[in-house]
């Protein structure tokens, strides 16, 4: 039995449709700017909501004419551009559910998820993307057919060009009434999410999931037709794909950054007013600030300490003054308004989601002036259950739950949600469902969390073993593991890296085996202890264990290893009485050496 803890106080949120939201921004904003494309460093090419509307009219004469119907699937394997999102809503005003697909994942990973999906077509960006769908289309009955956003030269393929090249059907009245005449408990969408045994599942979400998101979150959060964004995180993960229809329907002007690569040049570019984030990217900018050296350090450390006094002060509902508040304006001059800058320099909140965020990330941006809003949330609930604003903001917690949402703590800790959020179901599972989803609608999270007086949510675990990067990212342990473990020079091995930037594994080795190439490369040794960190072997090891990953997505491979002298047992408390690994105890007892294994890392970004 769980007890109430905590219901949202807000105006309830009212039943809609993402075709719905479409069209009242394509009628409030007109030739307002929708979407903006890097295409340079020194040139944006705008796209308005009246040219978005004639694009997705064409779209969507391309999926009928193509003899996609009302309730098909589409997939989208793509990086994030214009074509995504137009693609998207033409999926969606032509009533076939759409299927987004990370561009990382390798071609088996693709071969499952058309497979079960039965995609009938594939959006994909380029070259890259279509070989890979006709790899993994080897392992299906039937070849969808692929759309190309860029040329390529890659057979049987139709460029985007060319699908877009028809005339609508009907004026834009008929192809409106056909669009809205989706219902909002419709299934708009299937997101497929790793689970335990490290073969996905579809979510699916329905049109009123996600629409309600939308609302809820624009209850709370003040976006609007002022304000711009800059879009990427992927849109195969339900957080960047539903705050950007969040940003298409209140007037806030989408754009698409070149690359993560050029992510930092093209912020300055763009210049955000909002902009949505994972943990992962407040953390190379902190690291950035932070690697300076010599007087520059000194200079850092100094400004630290000052906003550091000055966030204690506001988190309080003060301000500082005197000498303090010189102090600051000194420190916001020569240090803090850089770190402004870099982010585009019209920055007026972050929104954090998709994994924890570091209290003490969010305090430092917090006392330079950069508030990030953390939030909490998972595919299952379109996303968002609950998020900081800047009226109710905690640090350390990811806030209050959003309008119509319900927020219960079980006996056990863990975190039940209900609400119009809640997904439909998995795709094709239905005992799955049920097992997380009760008969009065509670979706059981498998977190960990407690709720305070005021409402405010905090995360304090992991109900199950799946391993939440930084990024976001859900990594199943099990697979990688369980293949590491077939190599003769491994005795025993667990993944660790949850709430880290990547995964890493602790590995027993195979002594004998080790030992035995260890003499033949003429390394010397006085102790197991001397073997293991011994260079040579180390990076032995992490090249036999971490080749044997390819067929695994980049960010479900571990980065860095650390080699045990002592195997897990049952006396030292490490394996039940089963022999299975006890994460939590391992993850303890080791947690000063997981620590010097991340801190070990060089910073990755320069700011």
Not at 187 to 208: E, I
Not at 373 to 398: A, D, Q
Request: proline content about 6%; hydrophobic content about 40%; charged content about 25%.
């Amino acid at each position: 039995m769980t007890t109430l803890d905590y219901v949202s106080d807000e105006t309830p949120v009212p039943e809609s449709t993402l075709t719905d939201l479409f069209f009242e921004a394509v009628d409030r904003f007109g030739d307002g700017p929708a979407f903006q494309r890097l295409e340079s460093e020194d040139t944006i090419v705008d796209i308005s909501y009246d040219e978005a509307l004639d694009i997705v009219r064409r779209v969507s004469a391309g999926l009928s004419g193509r003899g996609i119907q009302r309730g098909d699937r589409i997939a989208i394997l793509s990086e994030n551009r214009p074509e995504w999102a137009l693609a998207d809503y033409a999926g969606l005003c032509s009533g076939v559910i759409v299927v987004p697909i990370y561009p990382t994942l390798t071609a088996s990973q693709l071969a499952y998820i058309l497979g079960d999906s039965e995609a009938r077509l594939v959006f994909v960006s380029g070259k890259e993307q279509a070989e890979k769908v006709f790899e993994a289309a080897k392992e299906l009955p039937a070849t969808p057919l692929v759309v190309t956003f860029d040329p390529t030269d890659v057979v049987d393929t139709v460029p985007w060009d060319l699908f877009t090249d028809v005339e609508p059907e009907g004026d834009v009245a008929e192809f409106r009434a056909r669009a809205l005449a989706a219902q909002p408990h419709d299934v708009a969408t299937v997101l497929y999410t790793s689970g335990t045994t490290g073969q996905p599942k579809g979510v699916m979400l329905t049109h009123n999931n996600v629409a309600s998101n939308v609302r809820g979150s624009c209850m709370i959060l003040p976006i609007g037709v002022d304000d711009n964004t800059i879009s990427f995180l992927p849109l195969s993960h339900i957080l960047q794909r539903m705050v950007d229809y969040l940003f298409f329907w209140t007037g806030c002007t989408i754009g698409y950054p070149r690359s993560l690569e050029t992510l930092i040049v093209d912020l300055k570019k763009l210049e955000p007013t909002v902009v949505v984030s994972v943990p992962r990217i407040y953390e190379k900018i902190y690291n950035g600030v932070m690697a300076a050296e010599g007087f520059k350090k000194k200079l850092i450390g100094w400004a630290a300490g000052v906003a550091d006094r000055v966030a204690d002060l506001r988190l309080e509902g003060k301000k500082a003054g005197g000498l303090l508040a010189f102090q600051y304006s000194i420190a916001d001059t020569l240090v803090f308004s850089k770190v402004k800058t870099a982010v585009g320099g019209r920055l007026r909140f972050f929104v954090s989601g998709g994994g924890p965020l570091a209290p003490t990330l969010n305090r430092f941006f917090y006392s330079i002036g950069l508030t990030i809003l953390e939030g909490y949330g998972l595919t299952e609930t379109s996303p968002v259950t609950n998020v900081n604003t800047e009226e109710n903001f905690r640090i350390g917690t990811v806030g209050k739950p959003i309008p119509s949402t319900e927020v219960k703590i079980a006996p056990d800790g863990e975190i039940l949600i209900r609400g119009p959020q809640v997904m439909k179901g998995y795709y094709k599972k239905p005992d799955l469902t049920a097992q997380v989803i009760d008969e009065d609608g509670w979706f059981a999270t498998g977190d960990i969390g407690e709720i305070d007086a005021d409402g405010f949510l905090s995360i304090t675990d992991r109900k199950k073993d799946i391993i939440v990067t930084a990024g976001g990212k859900n990594v199943a342990p099990q697979p990688v593991e369980n293949l590491l473990a077939t190599h003769g020079l491994v005795e025993q091995v667990v993944m660790v890296g949850d709430r880290r930037k990547h995964p890493s594994v602790l590995v027993v080795p195979a002594f004998g085996p080790l030992e035995s190439w260890a003499r033949g490369e003429g390394i010397a040794w006085s102790s197991r202890e001397d073997l293991l960190s011994n260079k040579a072997v180390i990076a032995h090891m992490e090249s036999e264990l971490f080749g044997m990953l390819g067929a695994f997505a980049s960010y479900e491979q571990p980065k860095k290893l650390a080699l045990l002298a002592e195997e897990f047992t049952v006396e030292n408390g490490m394996l039940t009485p089963t022999l299975k690994v006890k994460r939590r105890v391992v993850q303890e007892q080791l947690d000063d050496l997981i620590d010097r294994l991340y801190s070990e890392e060089a910073p990755d970004c320069d700011v």
